[in-house]
């Protein structure tokens, strides 16, 4: 039996979209334990994205709408859940969910 490593992931979310060009854009929402991080496709190969906040488990949504994409992401820590939100123009904010 393998031992768990908290470098390892052990939660996941992942959310797509394509935009106005018809390019697939692919979001990875992935938690060790501690941090949820993400990973991000673009039609270039996979980067590292901005996203990095606290949580042992993660959930996510996104959908596009005339000024582009919106992304949720939901993480769970210290027995609560946090909205993070990313929309168009704007950088990482905390959203209004609150658990």
Known sequence: MAEDNAAFPITTAAVNWYDGSGQLHIRVYSSDGYTVTERCADGQGWTDGAFK?????????????????????????????????ADPDTAWTKGSYTD
């Open 53 to 85: 906040q606290p949580g042992s488990q993660v959930s996510a949504t996104a959908w596009t709408a005339s000024d582009g994409a919106h992304i949720r992401v939901y993480c769970t820590a210290n027995d609560g859940t946090t909205e993070w939100c």
